[in-house]
């Protein structure tokens, strides 16, 4: 057997057991495969994740990983055994999917499901029947049928490419995870940060000290609910307690309210610190996504302007609360092309008190840059909803720290503690005596303010969340008896496909108020009257009924712009999948020929007056981010030769900040963007529309996860239609769960 290179500089793979293929042989022509043999030589390991590569199993950069350990080691005069060089590739691809590291006990338990390979759908229809067949039988899991654990360890032990972390070696083997050594770092650079914090003594440990009482007596001014427990209350006392805390709950369950009233309490007790002498904590505020950080700016004003200041103790003044939301990126100072910020361990952020809204966005990578950046005693609260979605990128940061929070596991220590400071004694069941120090630090909101008992879209969300969905809900969505949700076709358990996605742009137009009960008419929740759920018809129409010219002064074009941008908030498709019909591309395409027949939108490709669209990669030279969502706009503002007005194109996005001003920017000046109709449930994570409109496809695939489902549900505020290719899919999505590798909860659990 022997690796080849091929013309491409390719290695290719000899079978050995074929006369004719002494030959460099792709895989496709070899007649039988002898697996065994695969991981008997690194030439044949190697040229099988070329094959792999070339099906778009794995990506380049797995195997240009894998290679390059054994490059390093060949350097060092050792051999690289075979399984280094697989398990260095497939360490690397589970990086590419969200996961921090691989733990072989499952990957040799279950590699197909481990690292979903194949992938259910080939990425490649260019791969021949022949071809995609023969791959079929050289799986990950065949090669590693015979491996075993200790296989694994002594192999991986033997290496120089790989320590326990002691040594900077680009693999990391800790007990059975093995890390990709940035991956490892920046798990360790997180653990440490925490639980760093978790061990500073607090100045409110005392309940009896002048701090704690102050704190205390802020919380009765701030909080006055006739609950027996008011969670919201319990988590300010505990988040004031901890350099480091965690505040998680669903939609509507009041983290907003909830981190307002924790900085006023929090400036109530420096403002009467003797050793503060009246000087209030440095407080800033931020989000992962520019449309997060939006969104917080949005409701941080109003419940500032809500709080009892007068009151307070501590002579806390409105300034200082701040109510202006940056992006992290913004915040810690990115620079272009790289990925490390202008304010790190050398040069720390000048603040007391950081609050991360959305704080299930962010990844491993990106929270160690914020631990990195923040002073050693500054107190770091993370707000989000641990069943979301986790981030795109590797880690899943806040599910992992909140994985306790429903049971809280607070120590009787700190029960007697809250019970002082807020006034209600903690309910039993949260107490456990075997309390971790990670459990002191979170704390978990239980109440909807936003959603009424009756709610569809909390019903369904809870079911999803706790997998009951299978119950009397499901049967209550079919029989539209809740006034905010409806599935549109429910009664067709496999719809046909084209009269589906038909009825995808149908809604996606005019949003079908008429199948809400009522027509979406009078529903008044919170005493507000809602707006009724509506589709894209309405953004269109009033970006087209404005009586501007081009004397129109540029505050009024703005303003229409601001207004049209929210009406175009109103609705929102959320595909659980990119390609193929039942996908965003597939989706945008249609959407626009249906809106172009309708005569609301000029043209259904390229640039239009109309076209949403939403920014995939960051701008900083326009100041836009990833997720930010712009309309184009047909404005008269370039004059002719002759001085006359002509119009032009211009795509207005939000400007970003706190004052709701518009950026007008040409068509040709944006680089990475997509058409916005339909969107991923992924990238919407962090936004909420008024209507939400659920799409799934007619088949189960990897993605489709509960937390998906979860998500998708709740970026509705007001109102939510799903829409099925196959009803079943709904309920199996629901039985599907992510859990992303990671040691980040152990090395919290070990010291
Ligand atoms: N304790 C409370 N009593 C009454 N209303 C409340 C309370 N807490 C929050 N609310 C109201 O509930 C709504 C949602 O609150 P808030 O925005 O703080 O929640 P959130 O968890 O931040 O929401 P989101 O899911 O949008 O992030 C707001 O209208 C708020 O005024």
Redesign the pocket.
């Known amino acids: 057997m022997s690796r080849t290179r091929n013309t491409d500089n390719q290695i290719t793979l000899d079978l050995g057991d074929d006369p004719a293929a002494t030959a460099p042989a792709p895989i496709a022509e070899s007649r039988a495969v002898d697996k065994s043999g695969l991981l008997a030589s690194l030439e044949q390991t190697e040229a099988l994740l070329q094959q792999w590569q070339l099906a778009e199993w794995i990506r380049p950069l797995d195997v240009g990983f894998a290679r390059l350990i054994c490059e390093l080691s060949e350097e060092q005069g050792e051999s690289p055994s075979p399984l280094i060089l697989l398990l260095a590739a497939l360490t690397s691809h589970q990086v590419g999917r969200g996961h921090v590291c691989i733990d072989l006990a499952n990957l040799l338990a279950d590699a197909g499901n481990t690292l979903s390979l194949p992938p259910e759908e080939p990425a490649r229809d260019t791969l021949t029947q022949s071809k995609a067949a023969e791959l079929n039988q050289l799986k990950p899991g065949d090669l590693l049928a015979r491996v075993t654990l200790a296989d694994c360890q002594v192999a991986l032990s033997g290496s120089l490419a790989v320590s326990d972390g002691s040594l900077t070696t680009p693999l990391v083997l800790n007990e059975t995870r093995l890390y990709l050594r940035r991956f490892w770092r920046y798990e360790q650079r997180i653990a440490d940060g925490i639980l760093q914090r978790l061990a500073l003594p607090s100045p409110l440990a005392d309940p009896d000290s002048a701090a704690a009482q102050t704190l205390a007596k802020a919380l009765g001014q701030l909080f006055q609910?006739p609950e027996p427990v008011d969670y919201?209350k319990l988590a300010c006392a505990l988040a004031a307690r901890n350099r480091f805390a965690v505040i998680t709950?669903g939609?509507?369950?009041?983290?907003?309210?909830t981190v307002v009233n924790l900085l006023a309490a929090l400036q109530a007790v420096a403002g009467e610190s003797p050793q503060r002498a009246g000087r209030k904590y440095r407080i800033r505020l931020a989000a992962p996504t520019g449309k997060a950080a939006a969104r917080l700016n949005e409701?941080i004003g109003g419940?500032v302007s809500r709080l009892p200041l007068d009151q307070l103790p501590g002579k806390v003044h409105l300034e200082d609360i701040p109510t202006r939301v940056t992006t992290l990126h913004r915040l810690l100072g990115s620079r272009p092309d790289t990925r490390k910020f202008r304010h790190n361990r050398d040069n720390p952020l000048l603040v007391d008190i950081l609050v991360i809204d959305e704080a299930s966005m962010v990844d491993v990578d990106l929270m160690a840059s914020v631990f990195d950046a923040l002073p050693a005693n500054a107190q770091l609260i993370l707000l989000g909803d641990k069943d979301q979605l986790a981030s795109v990128d590797a880690g899943a940061v806040l599910g992992e720290l909140c994985q306790r929070a429903l049971d809280a596991h607070y120590a009787p220590d700190t029960a007697r503690w809250l019970a002082a400071i807020t006034g209600d004694p903690v309910p039993d069941t949260l107490i456990d005596p075997n309390g971790q120090p990670m459990d002191q630090a979170v704390a978990m909101l239980r109440k909807s303010?936003?959603f009424e008992e009756d709610s569809g879209i909390r019903k369904l969300a809870e079911a999803v969340n706790t997998s009951a969905l299978d119950s009397a809900v499901l049967r209550q969505i079919r029989e539209a008896e809740f006034e905010d949700v409806i599935w549109l076709n429910s009664q067709h358990a496999k719809p046909e496909l084209e009269q589906t996605l038909d009825q995808i742009c149908r809604h996606a137009i005019n949003g079908t108020p008429e199948a809400f009960r009522n027509a979406g008419q009078g529903r008044v929740v919170?005493d507000k009257a809602l707006p009724p759920p509506v589709g894209y018809r309405h953004y269109l129409a009033m970006m087209h009924n404005h009586g501007l010219s081009a004397d129109s002064d540029r505050d009024d074009w703005d303003a229409h712009a601001a207004q049209v941008l929210e009406a175009f908030n109103d609705f929102q498709i959320l595909c659980a999948l990119r390609k193929g019909p039942w996908g965003v591309e597939g989706l945008n395409d249609r959407v626009a020929r249906h809106l172009l027949a309708e005569k609301l939108i000029p043209r259904a490709e390229g640039w239009y007056a109309g076209r949403p669209v939403l920014v995939t990669g960051n701008d900083y030279n326009l100041g836009l981010m990833n997720g930010d969502i712009g309309i184009t706009f047909r404005v008269p503002w370039d004059k002719t030769e002759n001085g006359e007005a002509r119009d032009t194109l211009r795509v207005a996005f939000p400007s970003g900040d706190s004052t709701g001003g518009i950026r007008w920017i040409s068509p040709s000046r944006l680089q990475q963007l997509e058409t916005v109709y339909a969107m991923t449930v992924h990238k919407s994570q962090g936004s909420?529309f008024n209507h939400t409109c659920l799409v799934l496809p007619d088949r189960l695939s990897p993605v489709l996860t509960k937390e998906l489902i979860y998500t998708g549900i709740t970026r509705a505020k007001n109102w939510f239609s799903l829409i099925t290719g196959d009803a079943q899919v709904l309920k199996d999505s629901v039985g599907q769960q992510v859990v992303r590798a990671s040691g980040l909860a152990l090395r919290l659990e070990e010291r």
């Open positions: 609910s919201q709950g939609p509507g369950t009041g983290k907003t309210t409701s419940a303010y936003r919170n909420e």
